[in-house]
């Protein structure tokens, strides 16, 4: 078959077609690569920068309380082409400002690419990382400091920032534009090919054609043609040279001719040799017959070796028969430790087949572990240096597998004290060392017990971290963990690493993995079958595996137990790279060690919770002891500051009669009086011990009015904000409490801030379900009002946390506090039953949000006016009933002063018999103590009431309100006037009740 004509003049410039075709293919790719690479690297750097400042500028807005200005920062961020989502989200997994409003307030699980873990990394080590998703896009996790909001039941201090950058458009410009030049070059290079093509055929293929025609002439026997080219290029002289070579095939017939001829008579000579070595054949055959005669004499000699040979044979197969039937493995070597022989138990112990062992070395038979000390042993044995050995050795087996064997070698030597072999006698002893190791590892097992029953901690955390490294130890394996789950919940509730984990994957301790089962990858399956689960080829494919996160260390073996106890599961166990496979006796092993372990854990937190109820309940023993000592002082107390700030109120009404210093000695005298009073209030109030009259109270209004004070009371230096919120809730309060909680928290503040700072009060509706309350103390589900008193003074830490609302704490010195301020406001608060959460950061400040029960009832009284503040004068006849003279006297005084006529009584048996008598005029009011020798007030208004039935009562007291409710009076059914009082309020009250 001929070949194509012009197949030079195509396959030349193809060939370079082709390689600079692929030459520019190269290079347009590595161009977009390269170009790929740096966009990417320009655009993440500008973006990370971009994110760090955006962190920053956030952090400061948020800190500030700025959140318009923080709001605003985002949004101009978020009008970058290759930003695709832009959000700021809470530790609460809550959305608070996002670049697309509806994501805003909602889950964090809403926007597109989301990851929570990567969010919790980016807080947990406060730096911001951005993550390649997907070619051309990456995700940004970036921590911002949220400060102190007030309001928030628990303090926020952390949030995630999270952007998406999309930077796929100028990725497909640079594509586009590499790919439009290579099309250009690919364009030139076809037409550099086609002229190419037409080069070969006019200088190459054309000559050598006709050089062609010419060979094939010659082929063809016409020795006389000739290609005559012209030209001195390469074809040229290559034609040059077949017309050489023609000349040269002419010349060469001539001379075979010749050579023929002389050929013809040297055959002739040589018919004539022949017939002369056919004599000499004869004579050779003679020879060969005497040779076949002494052959036959050697086969004879040959007989009769065979037959030795086959009688050592058979001594050899009686001895193999006798080696095969050993129930030991017997090896035979030679001196340089290459195997001669082995019997059948041997083949089955090395796992091979019979007559396979012979030939190979020995030391490629043991364990690479005890290679070395097998082969001085040998060589030892080999110099004559021991005679024998006996000890245990661990082999390795044909197809994989290994296992332990004794033997006893000996040498075996000739006459003339020569090595002969080496016998060695292998028993197998893998069972017997297996029992042997699961004997230790029994005891390693009662030894962890033992040490476990014996650990003493004072945490759960630190009891599990140490049950974890004995699990380790007992399974031999390189890492592991406990996931502690809550079946009622069904999500994981506790996390505890091995050392080795945390220092591999670099998590913090406690660091939680999913919270949710369904989210656990293979690990998690030991939960949902409630069965442990033995990986001992992590590598192999599964649909169960979820991944690891970036950093995880890697995996070979894995083993996952759970922990049941009270018939539900309450843990998760996990161990991992053993070194040898996992199997039941390490199931075995980890059950028992976790199920001992557990049930300490159990009793650790059932000692915990014992031992806080106990100190709650001490708390309450001092809370009562103190209230009980206070209720039992204040009634003295209260009558004595009845009689000093009545008669200061007196002298204070009659100013002509007295001098400047004298007004100022009054003063004093009235400020003493008011503070003891206010001592003698805050000791009842946080005992629960004082009368409150509680009505519907608008705190916005009552805050409204006590900030009139608060510029004086916190000075120049600190800045006051009051938000109020609309539509707030009514509360069943006393206003002068929600005063009181007020200006107890300002001076705090003020003492917290010597330079100066914020002092901010916020109001607010709550509505709180159970997971809100979950873990605050007296805290129920239900609507609340808010108050909330911030500072941005010295804050505190958590040992101050722990006992600032304990009595007589103070953290102030000597002087310039009672202890008392704090211990006022929870008594109130309880009282009122509400609770309060406190947030606090030293070197930030303090948070206090207090939450008020939402007034169920509509219409429960009036709000609090200006008039109780003024001394107003009145008319009418009043009964008044007072077992103490002095402070008869004084009431009987002021209640003169202020223009009514009093009926002065000493006990209630003197009143009874008054008005049964007739008492001169009508009686418009009856003023009485409660508790009075014999009978008490209520007592005796209730038979006043029978001879005069309209006639109004006003009690007043100067017991606490639980002295007052084991008299059988109920606290709040009567209208009541508190001792100590002045004749602001003795006036007030007395109208009230007169209506």
């Known amino acids: 078959m001929s070949r194509p004509r012009y197949r030079l ?162 990725l497909d410009s640079l594509r586009s534009g590499a790919y439009r030049s290579a099309a250009k070059l690919g364009a030139i290079l076809f037409c550099f090919a086609l002229i190419l093509s037409f080069l070969l055929h006019i200088l190459i293929t054309k000559p050598i054609d006709r050089l062609l025609r010419t060979v094939r002439e010659i082929a063809g026997g016409n020795l006389n043609a000739r290609a005559m080219a012209p030209g001195a290029d390469e074809i040229g002289r290559l034609a040059q040279a077949f017309d050489e070579m023609a000349d040269e095939l002419a010349r060469n017939q001539e001379r075979l001719h010749e050579q023929n001829v002389q050929l013809e008579e040297e055959v002739a000579e040589r018919q004539a040799a022949q017939e002369a070595l056919q004599e000499q054949a004869f004579l050779l055959e003679e020879e060969i017959g005497e040779r076949q005669v002494a052959q036959e004499a050697l086969q004879e000699q040959a007989f009769l070796l065979e037959e030795e040979i086959v009688e050592h044979r058979q001594a050899e197969d009686k001895l193999r028969i006798v080696f095969d039937a050993a129930q030991a493995g017997i090896v035979m070597l030679d001196a340089g430790g290459v195997i001669i022989f082995a019997n059948r138990c041997a083949s089955q112990l090395y796992g091979f087949g019979e007559e396979e062992m012979a030939g190979s070395r020995y030391s490629g038979h043991v364990h690479p572990d005890e290679r070395p000390i097998s082969d001085e042993l040998r060589d030892k044995l080999v110099r004559g240096e021991i005679d024998a050995i006996s000890e245990k050795r661990h082999y390795l087996k044909k197809g994989g597998g290994d296992f332990w064997g004794f033997l006893n070698a000996k040498r075996h030597v000739g006459d003339d004290g020569s090595l002969l072999a080496i016998i060695i006698v292998i028993t197998d002893i893998t069972e017997l060392r297996n029992a042997q190791v699961q004997m230790g590892l029994n005891f390693q097992r009662l030894e962890s017990l033992v040490r476990i029953l014996q650990y003493r901690c004072d945490s759960v955390q630190g009891f599990l971290d140490y049950a974890l490294e004995e699990a380790l130890g007992l399974t031999a394996s390189g890492a592991g963990f406990i996931f502690v789950y809550d079946e009622a919940r069904r999500e994981f509730v506790h996390t505890v690493w091995s050392r080795e984990a945390l220092k591999a994957c670099g998590a913090a301790p406690g660091q939680q993995m999913p919270s949710a089962p369904d989210q656990a990858g293979l690990w998690g399956e030991a939960l949902r079958r409630r069965q442990p689960v033995i990986v001992n080829r992590y590598a192999d494919p599964s649909p169960l595996k979820k991944g690891g996160p970036e950093g995880h260390f890697p995996l070979e073996r894995f083993l996952s137990v759970p922990v049941c106890g009270d018939q539900e599961t309450v843990a998760v166990v996990g161990v991992a790279n053993k070194a040898g496979e996992y199997d039941q006796t390490d199931v075995l092993h980890l059950s028992v060690l976790m199920d001992s372990a557990w049930k300490i854990c159990r009793q650790m937190k059932s000692d915990q919770e014992r031992e806080a109820l106990q100190k709650k309940f001490n708390q309450a023993q001092k809370m009562e002891a103190v209230g009980r000592l206070a209720g039992g002082v204040a009634h003295d107390i209260n009558n004595k500051l009845s009689i000093i700030m009545g008669y200061a109120d007196l002298l204070r009404m009659q100013p002509a009669r007295l001098g400047e210093e004298q007004i100022h000695y009054l003063e004093e005298m009235q400020k003493a009086a008011n503070h003891s009073c206010e001592i003698v209030r805050q000791l009842l109030a946080f005992s629960r011990s004082d009368v409150i009259s509680p009505r519907k109270v608008n705190i916005n209004a009552v805050i409204a009015d006590a900030r009139k004070g608060l510029g004086r009371l916190i000075g120049e230096d600190i800045r006051f904000e009051f938000r109020p919120a609309e539509g707030i809730w009514p509360a069943l309060l006393d206003p002068t409490q929600i005063d009181q909680i007020i200006m107890n928290l300002a001076v705090n503040a003020r003492d917290a801030m010597p330079d100066g700072g914020l002092f901010s009060i916020e109001t607010g509706n709550a509505s709180l379900d159970e997971a809100a309350c979950e873990g605050i103390a007296q805290a129920l589900p239900g609507d609340y009002v808010r108050l909330s008193v911030g500072d941005t003074g010295c804050g505190m830490d958590g040992e101050t946390l722990a006992h600032i609302f304990e009595p007589f704490f103070t953290t102030k010195e000597v002087g310039k506090g009672t202890g008392l301020g704090l211990a006022t406001i929870f008594g109130i608060v309880s009282r009122n039953r509400g609770f309060i959460t406190v947030s606090s950061t030293v070197g930030f400040g303090t948070t206090f949000n207090i939450f008020f029960p939402r007034m169920a009832r509509e219409g429960a009284g009036p709000e609090p006016g200006e008039h109780e503040h003024r001394v107003t004068p009145g008319s009418g006849t009043i009964l008044l009933v007072e077992d103490e003279e002095a402070l008869c006297a004084l009431t009987a005084r002021m209640l003169g002063t202020l223009g009514y006529r009093v009926v002065a009584t000493g006990s209630p048996e003197e009143a009874i018999a008054l008005c049964a008598g007739g008492a001169p005029g009508g009686i418009d009011l009856i003023l009485t103590d409660i508790i009075m020798p014999g009978m008490n007030g209520k007592e005796m208004c209730d038979r006043i009431r029978e001879l005069r039935p309209d006639t109004p009562t006003l009690f007043m007291s100067g017991y606490t309100a639980d002295i007052i409710c084991a008299r059988g009076i109920p606290e709040g059914e009567l209208p009541y006037l508190q001792k100590p009082f002045n004749l602001q309020k003795l006036s007030h009250m007395v109208r009230a009740a007169m209506g």
Do not use: C
């Open 9 to 170: 003049r195509l396959l030349v410039p193809g060939i370079v077609f082709t390689v600079t075709l692929l030459l520019i293919a190269f290079l347009t790719l590595d161009r977009i690569r390269d170009g790929r690479r740096e966009i990417l690297r320009s655009q993440t750097e500008a973006a990370h920068t971009q994110m760090n400042q955006l962190q920053d500028i956030l952090s400061d807005s948020l800190m500030r309380g700025e959140h318009g200005q923080a709001a605003q920062r985002l949004s101009y961020a978020a009008l970058s082409p290759q930003v695709t989502a832009l959000a700021l989200v809470d530790s609460g997994n809550r959305v608070l400002i996002a670049s697309r409003q509806e994501w805003v307030n909602g889950d964090a699980a809403a926007i597109p690419h989301y990851d929570k873990s990567l969010a919790g990394t980016a807080v947990s080590l406060q730096r911001g990382t951005l993550y390649a998703a997907t070619p051309g896009h990456f995700h940004g996790y970036y921590p911002v400091t949220l400060g102190m909001r007030a309001g928030e039941i628990r303090p926020q201090q952390t949030g995630t920032l999270f952007v998406a950058y999309d930077f796929s458009g100028q």
